[in-house]
C-alpha cells in the first residue's frame, strides 16, 4: 500500500499525485492520510469549543478534495481515507508500518516562508523504514531518467533496488551516480596516490553494485556516471534533468549517514526532482 499525507497544500496535492501515479504502476491501494493536530490551539487556558468540529471539517474537506483528485488521475486505484488526531509527524510514522512507500509534500501549511523542506518530511523521511518520497509543489517535464547515489558499500543494494524497480515500472533510464572525493590525508605532502587506479577502483566498485540488479531488470537501460565530486553537488546537479533521485539513508563511504545523513539531508533540501530515501 502507499500511503500519502495531505494537509491541503500545494506540495500536498503534487504528492497526491505522485502517489496516485506510483499507486497505479505498483498496482496497490492508495491510503490518503490527514492528521488533525490540536496542539496549536490548546495553549490558551480557555480553548474556543468550536475549533474542534472546524479542524474535523476541514480535514473531511482536504481528505474529499485528495480523493476527487485520485478519481481524475487514476480512476482504477482503491483508496481509503483517514483522519487521524496526532501530530503530523507521529501519525505518519505509525500508518508507515508495512506500507510499500509514503509520499509527503516538502513543505506543508506549516512551513516558514521560503524554506524548501518543511520538518515533518525531514522527520518522516529520517524515521520510517519504508521508502519515502518528498515532493516538491512544481510541475515539471518528463525526463525519462530516475538517478540513484551508490557508493561503495552493500547499505546502498536497498536504494539499488528501489530505483532499478521504479525505472522499471516508469520504461525509464536508470543513472547510477557515484560521487567520491580523496581522502584528506591523500594531500598529504608524503602520500602517493594514482588517481587512474583509484578512479578505476570507484568504476569497478560501481559496476560490481550495479551488477546484482542488472541481470533482473535487462529492459532498463543503466548509465553509469561516476565523479571526482561533492556527492550533494554531483547529485543536485544530475537532478536537475531527472524524474526521481533515490538515496540511501544509511551507508559508509561517501553516502554514510545516521538515521539521515549529511548527503541524504543535503539532496533533500537542494534537489531539483521528487527524492527518494530508502532506508538500509
Same mark, same amino acid.
Given at each position: ?28 491501494? !492508495?491510503?490518503?492520510?490527514? #492528521? ?17 468540529? !472546524?479542524?474535523?471539517? &476541514? ?8 480523493? %476527487?483528485?485520485?478519481? &481524475? ?11 487521524? &488526531?496526532?501530530?503530523? =509527524? ?15 509534500? *516538502? ?9 524548501? $523542506?518543511? *520538518?515533518?518530511?525531514? @522527520?518522516? =523521511?529520517?524515521?520510517?523504514?519504508? /521508502? ?25 543494494? /536497498?536504494?539499488?533496488?528501489? %530505483?532499478?524497480?521504479? =525505472?522499471? $515500472?516508469?520504461? *525509464?533510464? !536508470? ?9 584528506? @590525508? ?14 578505476? #577502483? ?35 546537479? =544530475?537532478?536537475?534533468?531527472?524524474? !526521481? $533521485?533515490?538515496?540511501?539513508? @544509511?551507508?559508509?563511504? %561517501?553516502?554514510?549517514?545516521? $538515521?539521515?545523513? *549529511? ?6 533540501? @537542494? ?10
Amino acid at each position: 500500500m502507499v500511503i500519502v499525507g495531505v494537509d491541503g497544500s500545494a506540495t500536498s496535492r503534487a504528492a497526491v499525485e505522485w502517489a496516485a501515479n506510483d499507486a497505479f504502476r505498483m498496482r496497490v491501494p !492508495l491510503r490518503i492520510v490527514h #492528521a488533525v493536530d490540536r496542539s496549536p490551539y490548546q495553549i490558551s487556558k480557555h480553548p474556543a469549543p468550536a475549533m474542534p468540529d !472546524l479542524l474535523l471539517r &476541514e480535514g473531511h474537506r482536504i481528505l474529499r478534495e485528495a480523493e %476527487a483528485l485520485v478519481r &481524475e488521475r487514476q480512476p482504477t486505484v482503491e483508496i481509503e481515507t483517514r483522519d487521524i &488526531e496526532g501530530a503530523p =509527524a507521529e501519525v505518519l510514522r505509525e500508518q508507515a508500518e508495512g506500507a510499500t512507500e509514503i509520499v509527503v509534500g *516538502s513543505r506543508g501549511l506549516g512551513g516558514f516562508s521560503g524554506a524548501l $523542506l518543511g *520538518s515533518v518530511s525531514m @522527520h518522516v =523521511a529520517g524515521h520510517v523504514h519504508c /521508502p519515502v518520497v518528498v515532493v516538491r509543489g512544481e510541475h515539471r517535464p518528463t525526463y525519462g531518467e530516475i538517478v540513484v547515489g551508490v557508493d561503495d558499500s552493500p547499505e546502498c543494494e /536497498p536504494a539499488l533496488a528501489y %530505483a532499478f524497480e521504479q =525505472a522499471k $515500472l516508469r520504461g *525509464s533510464a !536508470l543513472r547510477v551516480l557515484h560521487a567520491w572525493q580523496l581522502p584528506v @590525508h591523500a594531500f598529504a605532502p608524503e602520500a602517493s596516490y594514482d588517481l587512474d587506479e583509484v578512479r578505476a #577502483a570507484q568504476h569497478q566498485a560501481v559496476r560490481n553494485r550495479m551488477a546484482l540488479f542488472s541481470k533482473d531488470y535487462p529492459q532498463v537501460r543503466v548509465v553509469e556516471d561516476v565523479h571526482c565530486a561533492n556527492p550533494v553537488d554531483a547529485l543536485t546537479d =544530475a537532478s536537475e534533468l531527472a524524474d !526521481l $533521485l533515490v538515496v540511501g539513508s @544509511h551507508g559508509r563511504g %561517501a553516502l554514510g549517514s545516521m $538515521l539521515l545523513g *549529511s548527503v541524504s539531508r543535503g539532496v533533500l533540501h @537542494h534537489a531539483r526532482c521528487p527524492v527518494a530515501v530508502v532506508r538500509t
